[in-house]
Structure formats: structure tokens, C-alpha cells
């Protein structure tokens, strides 16, 4: 993170804190196609535009609205680094949410299904990444304050928060390690087969630099991908970005059903 970074992100809490009051302990980011459950909360809806020093999100199917509820804030949108966003843009997010008092963090994102036992539409919980963005999010110098300059990575995502995602499915979830390339383009066969190899379960281009610095910060991080294609030269066919947002689409209902479950149970 860049020098100057802190004063960025006390500007941002700032102009959140003057809106709400509430302090959730529970912060949820929602990817691609996905940013529906946002709409169906009763809270203080803040539009990222409104909020001072924040980016506002350019992508098809991402929106930019942070909604403040009794027990959660619900971001919609995301910046990704092959919008051409620095890092710290892509990670400002999680720091907006680590001052504003939230402990846990969920982190969705929509996925290619490189293991070939996945089926779009499947839901997948995260056990682990590996990322191959060609970057960082904690490059730079180090504030003690905020974490430590060597952060441990052995447990990123909680087997707890897992458990507690695993109760509130009605149908047994899979958990799989995800892989993040930068993109904007998918990815070749080659380089699919190369991730199996690897050992990932599913690809996409966000979430990761989100989870390394909610690690780095001590939050708790819960991170769902819903297959919304196959990834590429698994199946005879190209990818498209309609279907991903188609498959989010459809499945959006269960998603919904899930995390809103998943809430509850927390927040409870
Ligand atoms: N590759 C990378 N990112 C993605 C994919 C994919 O196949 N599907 C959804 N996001």
C-alpha cells in the first residue's frame, strides 16, 4: 500500500461515518451478477459515488452501492485490477470495512469450474487461493499498526466459517482452492490445464488481493464462488461473459437463500 494511503482511507470512513451510526460486525462483498441481495435489504443504501475518496466500479453486472444493515454491510460492486484500478483501489474495500468495526468478512465472486467434477451453478466454498496476478495488494511499506509485514497465510479462510456455511445449505457445498489471474481475458486451455495441475479447483480474477489483506488485517473470511461456466477446454465450446452473468442469474435465487442464511446464523 501506497504512503498516503491511511489519510485516503480515514477520508472514506469519514464520509461513511456521517451517514451511519450502526457498526455490523459482519461485511459482505458480492460479486458479479450477484449484487441482487443488496436490493432486498432494508438499510442505509450509500452510493459509492457519495462516498469521498472511493472509486466507482465500471464492469457489466457490477454495481457500485454500499447498504448498511442492522447486522451487515452489503457492498455491491468490486474493483478489479484489470479495470486498470491500482491495488490499493482493489483493496480499499476491506479496509473501508475494517474501520467502519467489521470483523468478518464474506467474499463471493463468480468462477470458472477448472476441477471437472463442478457443474456451473454450483456454489463452492474457498479452502484456500493461489494467486497469479503478477502482484500484490501489501507491496510497499509496512504500518505495524495495521498488520505485520510477513502475514502468516496457513488458515486465510475459516474452517468455522465454513462449518456455519455448510449448516445453512440445504445441499452439501464443495470446497475448493481458487485460483486469481488478472485477467480481462479468460484463460487459454493450456493454462486451464496448467491450474488443474496446480492444483485449483476454480479460476477467476478478483477476491484474492480482497482476502490477503482481510488476512493481513485479522478478519475472518468466509469466500463463496459460484460456477458460472466451465473454464476454458474443459468443454468443446468458448466463454462468454453473457453466460457468466447468465449462470449468476439463474442461480442468483439460491445464492441469495444461502448467504442470507449464512447472515443470519452469524449475526445470530
Ligand atoms: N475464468 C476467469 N474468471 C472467470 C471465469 C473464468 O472462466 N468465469 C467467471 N469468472
Do not use: W
Given at each position: 500500500?501506497?504512503?498516503?494511503?491511511?489519510?485516503?482511507?480515514?477520508?472514506?470512513?469519514?464520509s461513511?461515518?456521517?451517514?451511519?451510526?450502526r457498526?455490523?460486525?459482519?461485511?459482505?462483498?458480492?460479486?458479479?451478477?450477484?449484487?441482487?441481495?443488496?436490493?432486498?435489504?432494508?438499510?442505509?443504501?450509500?452510493?459509492?459515488?457519495?462516498?469521498?475518496?472511493?472509486?466507482?466500479p465500471?464492469?457489466?453486472?457490477?454495481?457500485?452501492?454500499?447498504?448498511?444493515?442492522?447486522?451487515?454491510?452489503?457492498?455491491?460492486?468490486?474493483?478489479?485490477?484489470?479495470?486498470?484500478?491500482?491495488?490499493?483501489?482493489?483493496?480499499?474495500?476491506v479496509?473501508?470495512?475494517?474501520?467502519?468495526?467489521?470483523?468478518?468478512?464474506?467474499?463471493?465472486?463468480?468462477?470458472?469450474?477448472?476441477?471437472r467434477?463442478?457443474?456451473?451453478?454450483?456454489?463452492?466454498?474457498?479452502?484456500?487461493?493461489?494467486?497469479?496476478?503478477?502482484?500484490?495488494?501489501?507491496?510497499?511499506?509496512?504500518?505495524?499498526?495495521?498488520?505485520?509485514?510477513?502475514?502468516?497465510?496457513?488458515?486465510?479462510?475459516?474452517?468455522?466459517?465454513?462449518?456455519?456455511?455448510?449448516?445453512?445449505?440445504?445441499?452439501?457445498?464443495?470446497?475448493?482452492?481458487?485460483?486469481?489471474?488478472?485477467?480481462?481475458?479468460?484463460?487459454?486451455?493450456?493454462?486451464i490445464?496448467?491450474?488443474?495441475?496446480?492444483?485449483?479447483?476454480?479460476v477467476?480474477?478478483s477476491?484474492?488481493?480482497?482476502a490477503?489483506?482481510?488476512?493481513?488485517?485479522?478478519?475472518?473470511?468466509?469466500?463463496?464462488?459460484?460456477i458460472?461456466?466451465?473454464?476454458?477446454?474443459?468443454?468443446?465450446?468458448?466463454?462468454?461473459?453473457?453466460?457468466?452473468?447468465?449462470?449468476?442469474?439463474?442461480?442468483?435465487?439460491?445464492f441469495?437463500?444461502?448467504?442470507?442464511?449464512?447472515?443470519?446464523?452469524?449475526?445470530?
Open positions: 500500500m501506497k504512503p498516503g494511503f491511511e489519510n485516503r482511507v480515514k477520508t472514506m470512513l469519514d461513511v461515518r456521517a451517514r451511519v451510526d457498526k455490523p460486525k459482519l461485511g459482505i462483498v458480492l460479486g458479479s451478477g450477484l449484487s441482487g441481495l443488496a436490493d432486498d435489504q432494508e438499510g442505509t443504501a450509500i452510493p459509492y459515488s457519495e462516498i469521498t475518496g472511493f472509486p466507482v465500471t464492469v457489466e453486472g457490477h454495481r457500485g452501492v454500499m447498504t448498511v444493515t442492522e447486522h451487515c454491510i452489503y457492498l455491491a460492486g468490486r474493483f478489479h485490477y484489470y479495470e486498470g484500478y491500482p491495488m490499493d483501489d482493489v483493496v480499499l474495500p479496509l473501508l470495512l475494517r474501520g467502519l468495526d467489521v470483523e468478518t468478512l464474506v467474499l463471493t465472486n463468480a468462477a470458472g469450474g477448472v476441477n467434477e463442478y457443474t456451473p451453478g454450483d456454489l463452492v466454498l474457498i479452502r484456500d487461493h493461489i494467486n497469479l496476478m503478477g502482484t500484490h495488494p501489501l507491496i510497499g511499506p509496512n504500518n505495524p499498526e495495521l498488520g505485520p509485514r510477513f502475514p502468516d497465510m496457513t488458515r486465510i479462510y475459516s474452517r468455522e466459517l465454513r462449518g456455519v456455511a455448510m449448516e445453512s445449505s440445504d445441499v452439501p457445498l464443495r470446497e475448493g482452492v481458487y485460483a486469481a489471474l488478472s485477467g480481462p481475458s479468460y484463460e487459454t486451455p493450456a493454462e490445464q496448467m491450474l488443474n495441475t496446480l492444483g485449483a479447483d476454480m477467476g480474477m477476491t484474492v488481493p480482497e490477503i489483506v482481510a488476512n493481513y488485517l485479522g478478519m475472518n473470511i468466509l469466500g463463496i464462488s459460484c458460472t461456466n466451465m473454464a476454458a477446454g474443459i468443454l468443446d465450446q468458448p466463454l462468454n461473459h453473457s453466460e457468466v452473468i447468465g449462470t449468476g442469474k439463474k442461480v442468483e435465487a439460491r441469495k437463500g444461502l448467504v442470507s442464511r449464512i447472515i443470519r446464523n452469524l449475526a445470530g
